[in-house]
């Protein structure tokens, strides 16, 4: 009889909540039109405290000035298209009302600030972790104490371990602002201690000039140990962006490498062939989209080896045709080059037009992750893996293949290469197209973080000679060190000079240190040094 009565009393008082929740939030509703804008904030802030999803719509449409009151009294959600109305309170068809005959319900920014706080406290238990994890980053910068129920509830309820990690933060930073008592405190300014950002820093910074010694004290040592973190975090993110720009700069470079400084050509040229390879990967992701739309996430993987082949056969074109009646004659092969990639750059105005392309990212390339307090961007990061197999398998091609053992014997000694039997034109041909080739596989990881026009390899010809000359002509490793030097060099002068005089201030220590080491870090004998 005991278990009955108590199951009879529960099903009362669930009944009863689920009642009085009702009444409430029709109260609340049937109360944000009245008052001052202090007051309106209040009911706001209840109403996110409430826990009830059908708030949600409401605060929305207060937000986006939707939220409009009948001459009865009645509030109603109207769309400012259409013009139909539902009731506020119960969600039920009202029609087209006369827009004279309404009046709206207005918000201000102090309104609208609690209004998105409240939107984060009903988010808290949406089924979707993305968004119960953007609530909880949301109540961690509000730190409102009257939160501190509505986050417990939420706490006991998560599965999701790093969204409950973020709702404790926002509990810790509410309770810091409330009158708990000092153990709980301390508790709290541990927890934003051990997230050490900058949200955690804002939180913090008030209670160390708290009046409270032991709270102060805790305050401070907490706040010496996130900035060390972030400066350490700083650190690790110049150095990932430095990799990341020296990636794109190895790319772009490594083909040069090869042309200027294996076989002594300046090839002014060598910027269009890396924009050839990125319309290579437009025009492929374009037949895509029309005709195999499925194949989008291979898109890349298709427009790499075609994007070789166009740029290498471009390449061999220009090697037959122009540079090989040039050799020995520097200064008429950069005018001859500079002239094919004006001819180029016009070509793909007439083709393309002159307007950027538009190249889109593949989803696994897409989006970013964290690594402590660094983000690290997907297609920056598969950009590099890119660069380093790209870097890998020319260094097999010229070590373990014959074409790249004739190649290495022509550049040691062109005229005992040729009375041993290779014909040495025809490994000129290949060596500048190889070098041509991986220029448009340059293009094709460009394109996915740079704009494409016809003016897209002149943004990095200068960077490119930069790294040859810096690495040492001819050396491929040179290059590869000389690519992430300049990069890593790049991003950490940037905070303090600006983009535009870091490059200058690089440009101008690279020429200080070719007085010093004409032939770059890593000299190697070659036909230019020879003849």
């Known amino acids: 009889?005991?278990?009955?009565?108590?199951?009879?009393?529960?099903?009362?008082?669930?009944?009863?909540?689920?009642?009085?929740?009702?009444?409430?939030?029709?109260?609340?509703?049937?109360?944000?039109?009245?008052?001052?804008?202090?007051?309106?904030?209040?009911?706001?802030?209840?109403?996110?405290?409430?826990?009830?999803?059908?708030?949600?719509?409401?605060?929305?449409?207060?937000?986006?000035?939707?939220?409009?009151?009948?001459?009865?009294?009645?509030?109603?959600?109207?769309?400012?298209?259409?013009?139909?109305?539902?009731?506020?309170i119960g969600g039920a068809a009202m029609g087209k009302p006369d827009p004279n005959s309404l009046d709206r319900v207005k918000a201000n920014n102090m309104v609208r600030r609690a209004i998105r706080t409240a939107i984060g406290m009903l988010t808290l238990r949406d089924p979707d972790p993305a968004k119960r994890m953007k609530a909880a980053e949301d109540a961690l910068k509000a730190a409102d104490p009257e939160q501190i129920d509505a986050l417990d509830a939420a706490i006991s309820a998560e599965r999701d371990a790093g969204v409950k990690a973020v709702m404790a933060e926002a509990r810790a930073a509410a309770v810091l602002k409330s009158d708990a008592p000092e153990a709980q405190k301390l508790a709290a300014i541990h927890t934003l201690g051990d997230r050490g950002d900058n949200a955690a820093l804002a939180a913090l910074v008030p209670v160390a000039n708290s009046k409270e010694p032991a709270l102060a004290q805790a305050a401070k040592t907490a706040l010496s140990a996130i900035r060390e973190?972030?400066?350490?975090?700083?650190?690790?993110?110049?150095?990932?962006?430095?990799?990341?720009?020296?990636?794109?700069?190895?790319?772009?470079?490594?083909?040069?490498?090869?042309?200027?400084?294996?076989?002594?050509?300046?090839?002014?040229?060598?910027?269009?062939?890396?924009?050839?390879?990125?319309?290579?990967?437009?025009?492929?992701?374009?037949?895509?989209?029309?005709?195999?739309?499925?194949?989008?996430?291979?898109?890349?993987?298709?427009?790499?080896?075609?994007?070789?082949?166009?740029?290498?056969?471009?390449?061999i074109a220009i090697e037959r045709g122009i540079v090989r009646h040039l050799y020995g004659r520097p200064l008429e092969t950069l005018l001859a080059t500079w002239g094919v990639s004006l001819?180029?750059?016009?070509?793909?105005?007439?083709?393309?037009?002159?307007?950027?392309?538009?190249?889109?990212?593949?989803?696994?390339?897409?989006?970013?992750?964290?690594?402590?307090?660094?983000?690290?961007?997907?297609?920056?990061?598969?950009?590099?893996?890119?660069?380093?197999?790209?870097?890998?398998?020319?260094?097999?091609?010229?070590?373990?293949?014959?074409?790249?053992?004739?190649?290495?014997?022509?550049?040691?000694?062109?005229?005992?290469?040729?009375?041993?039997?290779?014909?040495?034109?025809?490994?000129?041909?290949?060596?500048?197209?190889?070098?041509?080739?991986?220029?448009?596989?340059?293009?094709?990881?460009?394109?996915?973080?740079?704009?494409?026009?016809?003016n897209l390899g002149q943004n990095y010809i200068v960077d490119s000679f930069m790294v040859v000359v810096f690495g040492g002509a001819g050396n491929i490793w040179g290059t590869l060190a000389g690519a992430f030097t300049l990069?890593?060099?790049?991003?950490?002068?940037?905070?303090?000079?600006?983009?535009?005089?870091?490059k200058i201030l690089i440009l101008v220590g690279i020429i200080l240190f070719i007085q010093k080491r004409p032939r770059g870090l890593f000299a190697v004998k070659g036909r230019a040094v020879e003849s």
């Open 487 to 502: 990069g890593i060099a790049n991003k950490f002068l940037e905070p303090f000079s600006g983009a535009v005089l870091a």
């Open 343 to 454: 001819i180029l750059q016009q070509a793909v105005r007439t083709i393309f037009g002159p307007d950027n392309r538009d190249v889109g990212n593949p989803g696994w390339m897409s989006g970013a992750f964290k690594i402590g307090q660094m983000q690290v961007t997907w297609n920056r990061l598969w950009i590099l893996i890119f660069c380093l197999a790209v870097f890998a398998v020319l260094l097999a091609v010229l070590k373990k293949t014959p074409i790249g053992l004739q190649m290495r014997a022509v550049t040691q000694n062109r005229a005992m290469a040729a009375n041993m039997g290779i014909r040495t034109g025809g490994v000129d041909a290949l060596t500048f197209g190889l070098g041509a080739g991986i220029a448009g596989l340059a293009g094709v990881a460009l394109s996915q973080v740079d704009n494409v026009s016809p």
């Open 229 to 315: 973190a972030q400066q350490f975090w700083r650190l690790a993110q110049n150095i990932w962006f430095g990799l990341s720009l020296g990636s794109v700069l190895l790319l772009a470079a490594v083909g040069l490498a090869i042309t200027f400084g294996v076989m002594g050509v300046i090839n002014m040229a060598h910027g269009e062939l890396v924009m050839l390879g990125a319309y290579t990967t437009f025009v492929v992701q374009q037949v895509i989209r029309a005709d195999a739309p499925g194949l989008f996430g291979w898109s890349l993987a298709i427009a790499a080896p075609l994007a070789f082949l166009v740029s290498g056969a471009v390449g």
């Open 1 to 88: 009889m005991t278990s009955l009565l108590r199951a009879v009393l529960t099903i009362c008082a669930l009944l009863y909540a689920s009642v009085a929740v009702a009444d409430d939030f029709s109260a609340l509703v049937q109360a944000l039109p009245k008052g001052s804008y202090h007051a309106r904030s209040v009911v706001v802030k209840k109403l996110g405290l409430l826990g009830d999803a059908r708030a949600v719509p409401v605060l929305k449409a207060l937000n986006n000035d939707d939220l409009k009151v009948a001459g009865d009294g009645t509030v109603l959600i109207v769309n400012d298209t259409t013009g139909a109305a539902t009731s506020a």
